[in-house]
C-alpha cells in the first residue's frame, strides 16, 4: 500500500534515485521489479527524471498494459523523444490503445511529420477517431472529450446490460454512466452504474434512466465544460454534435487539468504574462521574453505619457522641488488600490460569483471603498509629508487629498474597465493589475499637480 | 432534456422570473410544478434570487427528496436565513438527511446558539457523525470528507456484495468505489462499481480488489487532497485515521470546489488582497475594507521610503529638473518586470510544476530574461528620453542604464523572494506582484540617482 503524503513524497524520490543507479548498472531485472507496485503516474515521474538515454530502456521495461498508462501521464516532451524511438509494433501496443482524447492532445504538440507517420501506423479505427478529434477546434468540448462510452437501447432489461457489458472487448470504455440512445443515435438518458446494481434484473432502461440530461455541443468552450460539470457534480458530462446525436463524454479527471490551467490563464493575465497553455518551465528563454515584452512595451508608452505630463510641470518643480518626492507614494498606492478591486472583480467575473450583481452595484461597492482606503491612507500620507517637510501644510495637504481621489479613481477604474472589457467580448483579464497601475499613474500625475498648484496657488 | 450553453442560461433566466412571478401571484400550484423538470442547483439559484419573504414558501413547494438536494446547493446566508424559519420536522427532512460534509460546512458559518439547537434536534447517528466532522481541523482531509461509505469484508462473494448492496437503506452511500476493510476497519483494497459489475458472481472481493490504493490521513491538508485525486485521476480518495482505519472519503467534487478556492485565494494574493475563504461579493464593505487596509498600509510605509530618498537628493533635482519625469518610468518598468517574474513562480510553485527545478536555476533564468528585457527597453526608453530633453545625452543614457539595471534587479526579487519565503515555511504568493512593485521602488531610484551622478559628474 502506497503511504500517503510526506511518506509518499519520500517514496516517489526513493523510486526515482533507485532507478537511475539500476539502470545505470545494467541490472533491468532489478529495475523491473522495483517498479511493480509502484502507480503508472509516480512510474512517468521516474522516467521524466531519467537522463534520456535511459528513459527507453526503462519504459521498455513495463508490461503492455502498464505501459500504455505511464505514457498517457509523461510530459509531451518525454513522449516525444520516446515516440520517435518507437518501432512499428510498440506503435500499436501503446500509441494505439491510448485514449483517443489523449493522443489527440500529444498529436498537438508533435511535429506534422510524425504525426503522419503515426497515422499510418495506428489501427483503421483508432486512426479515424483520432482524425475527428483533431478536426474540432482547440479549447472545445469535441477536442477533450472521448469518443469511447456504452450507448444502449432503451428497451434492454438490466440484466440484459449487464451480460452486454462484462462481453465488452474493451472494459475500459466504462465509465460511471451508460448512455441510452435511441435509433438516430440521439441521447435519451442516462443510466449509472449504481442505478444499475441497485435495480431489479428485469426492469429495463426506460424505467431507471435518467432523462433530465446536463450535456454540451463539441464546440462548447472547455472552460464552460468545466463549469457545467462543477455546477452539477456530475462524474461525466455527455458531448452531442449539432444534430443532438452523441459522439463523445468529457469526463471530470480532464476537468479538474482545465479548471487548473484556466486559473493559471487568469492568474498570468494578472500577472502582465501572456500565456499559451503550455508549460512555462518548458519554454525557452527567448519564448519568454518575447511572451513579456509586448505587454511590457504598452505598459513603457503609457509611462512615457506620466514623464511627459512631468516633464510639462518643470516650472512647478522647480519652484517646490519637494513635490516630487511623493510621485511614487501617490502613483504606487494608486497603482495598489487600483489592483485589488480589478482582482476581485475579474477573479468574480470569471468564477462567476458576480453572475447576479449587475456592474453598477459592484462598482459603487467599489468606489466606497476606494473612499473609504483613501481617507484612512491619506490621513497617514498627510501627517507623514508634514513632518518629512518640517511643517509644510499646503504640500501635505496637497499630497493627502490628492491620495483620496487617487484611491477612488483607482478603485472605479479597476472595478469598471474589466466590466467594459467583457462587455465588448474580451477577457477581462487582459485589464490586469500592472495595466490599471500605469493608467492610473497617468491620471495620478495630472490629478497631483492640478491639486497641488490649486492648494499653493501657483 | 435541459439543453446546454446559451439556451440553458436562457432557461435558468426564465425558470428564475416565472417563479417570483406565480409567487407574487400566490399561484403556488403554477410554481411546483414549473420547478419539476428543474435541477436542484438551478432551483437553488433560483430561490436565492427571491425576495427573502418568498424564499421559504418557494422551498417548501419542493419534495423531501429535492429540498434536501437543493438546500444543500444554497448560499450559506440564504441556508441560516432558512433554518431559522425551520419547523422541527424540517430540520429532521433536511438538516438530517444533508451530506455530513455538506452539513459540518453550513454549521461552521452558523452561530454557536443556532448550532446547539440544530444538533439537538437531530438524529443520535447524525448529531454524533456532525460532531466529529467538526472536531477535524479547518482545510483538512477530515472536514472536507464524507463518513458516509461502504465497507465490505474481503471473504464476500460478488452476488453476496450486490445482495448487500441492493439492501442498503441508503442507498447515497454508494459512490463509484466500494472498500474492503478487515477486522480491525484497516483499509485492505478497493472494489470500483465497474469491477463488481464485470466480475462473475461467484468470484470474491479478494480477487477483485485494487490492493495499491492511495490513501490520506484526517489531518491532510485539503490542498494535498486535491493534488492527490488530481494525480491520480481518482474519484474518491479513502481518509484514514491515525491508527490507519477507515473513516471517510473525500469525493473529487468536493475537490473541483478546493482547487477553484486555493486559486482564488492564490489570485487574491497576487494582488494583494486578504482572502479568508468565503464569497467576497457576500461580505460587507467594512471587511472589504480591512481585508485591504493592512497590505495598502505596508506598501504605503515602504512608498515613504522612497518618497524620503527622493527628498534627500533635493540638491540634484534642483540642478537637473528634468531627472524627475523620468522616476515613473523607471518604477513603473521595474514593478512590471518584477510582478511577471514574481506571478510566474508563485504560480509554478503552487501547481508544484517546478518541483523538479531548482530555485538557482529558476532565478538565474529569470535573471537573464531580466537582462534581455532591460536591454530592449532601456533602448527605448534613451531614444525616447534623447528626444523628449531635445538631445540630453547624459539623462538620456542614465535613464537608459537605469532601466537595464532595475530590470534585472526586478526579475532576480520576483523570482528569489518566493523561493526564499518557501523555504521560510511561509505562503510563496506573499510575495506578490504590489510587494515586489513597491520594493523594486526604492531600490530603482536609488539606482537611478547613484547612476545619474556618475554620469552627470554631481
Redesign the interface.
Known amino acids: 500500500?502506497?503511504p500517503?503524503?510526506t511518506k509518499?513524497n519520500e517514496l516517489r524520490q526513493l523510486v526515482r534515485s533507485q532507478l537511475e543507479l539500476l539502470l545505470d548498472s545494467g541490472n533491468l531485472k532489478g529495475a523491473k521489479s522495483l517498479l511493480i507496485?509502484v502507480?503508472p503516474?509516480d512510474i512517468a515521474e521516474a522516467i521524466?527524471?531519467l537522463p534520456e538515454s535511459n528513459q527507453l530502456i526503462a519504459f521498455r521495461l513495463l508490461s503492455k498494459a502498464e505501459a500504455i498508462e505511464v505514457y498517457e501521464y509523461l510530459n509531451t516532451d518525454v513522449q516525444q523523444a520516446l515516440i520517435q524511438e518507437f518501432k512499428r509494433q510498440e506503435v500499436l501496443d501503446v500509441v494505439d490503445k491510448m485514449s483517443p482524447d489523449d493522443r489527440a492532445r500529444m498529436f498537438d504538440e508533435l511535429p506534422a511529420k510524425v504525426v503522419r507517420r503515426l497515422l499510418s501506423q495506428l489501427s483503421p479505427k483508432e486512426r479515424q477517431a483520432t482524425a475527428i478529434l483533431l478536426g474540432y477546434g482547440e479549447d472545445t468540448a469535441g477536442r477533450i472529450m472521448t469518443p469511447e462510452y456504452i450507448s444502449l437501447k432503451e428497451n434492454l432489461t438490466v440484466s440484459q446490460t449487464?451480460e452486454r457489458?462484462?462481453n465488452l472487448a474493451n472494459?475500459s470504455e466504462?465509465v460511471?454512466y451508460l448512455y441510452v440512445t435511441n435509433n438516430s443515435r440521439q441521447?435519451k438518458g442516462i443510466v449509472s452504474?449504481?442505478d444499475?446494481?441497485?435495480a431489479a434484473m428485469d426492469t429495463t432502461l426506460t424505467e431507471i434512466m435518467t432523462?433530465?440530461?446536463?450535456?454540451?455541443?463539441t464546440d462548447?468552450d472547455q472552460e464552460?465544460v468545466a463549469r457545467?460539470?462543477?455546477?452539477?457534480?456530475i462524474?461525466a458530462l455527455p458531448v452531442v454534435d449539432s444534430e443532438e446525436r452523441l459522439v463523445g463524454v468529457v469526463t471530470?479527471?480532464d476537468?479538474?487539468?482545465v479548471?487548473?490551467q484556466e486559473?493559471?490563464e487568469?492568474?498570468?493575465a494578472?500577472?502582465?504574462?501572456q500565456s499559451d497553455g503550455d508549460?512555462?518551465?518548458q519554454t525557452n528563454?527567448l519564448t519568454?521574453?518575447r511572451r513579456?515584452?509586448v505587454?511590457?512595451?504598452i505598459?513603457?508608452l503609457t509611462?512615457?505619457v506620466?514623464?511627459?505630463i512631468?516633464?510639462s510641470q518643470?516650472d512647478l518643480?522647480?519652484q517646490v522641488?519637494?513635490l516630487?518626492?511623493?510621485?511614487?507614494?501617490l502613483?504606487?498606492?494608486g497603482?495598489?488600490?487600483g489592483?485589488?478591486s480589478?482582482?476581485?472583480v475579474i477573479?468574480?467575473l470569471n468564477?462567476e460569483?458576480?453572475k447576479?450583481?449587475g456592474a453598477g452595484k459592484?462598482v459603487f461597492?467599489e468606489a466606497?471603498?476606494g473612499i473609504?482606503?483613501g481617507l484612512?491612507?491619506g490621513t497617514?500620507?498627510t501627517i507623514?509629508?508634514y513632518f518629512?517637510?518640517k511643517g509644510n501644510l499646503a504640500v501635505a495637504l496637497s499630497v493627502g487629498i490628492s491620495l483620496v481621489a487617487i484611491a477612488l479613481l483607482a478603485s472605479v477604474a479597476g472595478s469598471a474597465l474589466p466590466f467594459l472589457f467583457r462587455s465588448l467580448g474580451l477577457d477581462p483579464a487582459l485589464m490586469s493589475?500592472?495595466f490599471i497601475?500605469?493608467a492610473v499613474?497617468v491620471l495620478g500625475?495630472l490629478i497631483y499637480f492640478y491639486i497641488a498648484r490649486t492648494i499653493l496657488g501657483l
Request: glycine share 6%.
Open positions: 500500500m502506497i500517503n503524503g509518499h507496485p502507480q503516474v521524466e527524471g449487464l457489458i462484462r472494459a466504462i460511471y441521447l452504474l449504481r444499475l446494481v441497485l432523462r433530465d440530461v446536463v450535456f454540451v455541443h462548447t464552460e457545467t460539470i462543477q455546477r452539477y457534480d462524474l471530470v479527471d476537468v479538474i487539468d479548471i487548473e486559473a493559471t487568469d492568474i498570468y494578472l500577472g502582465g504574462v508549460n512555462y518551465f528563454l519568454v521574453a513579456r515584452v505587454w511590457l512595451f505598459l513603457l509611462n512615457t506620466t514623464g511627459t512631468i516633464n518643470e518643480l522647480k522641488v519637494s516630487v518626492a511623493f510621485i511614487p507614494l502613483t504606487g498606492t497603482g495598489n488600490v489592483a485589488q480589478s482582482t476581485v477573479r468574480g468564477t460569483e458576480i447576479n450583481m459592484v461597492r466606497a471603498a473609504l482606503l484612512i491612507l497617514m500620507a507623514w509629508a518629512l517637510l493589475a500592472p497601475t500605469t499613474d500625475v
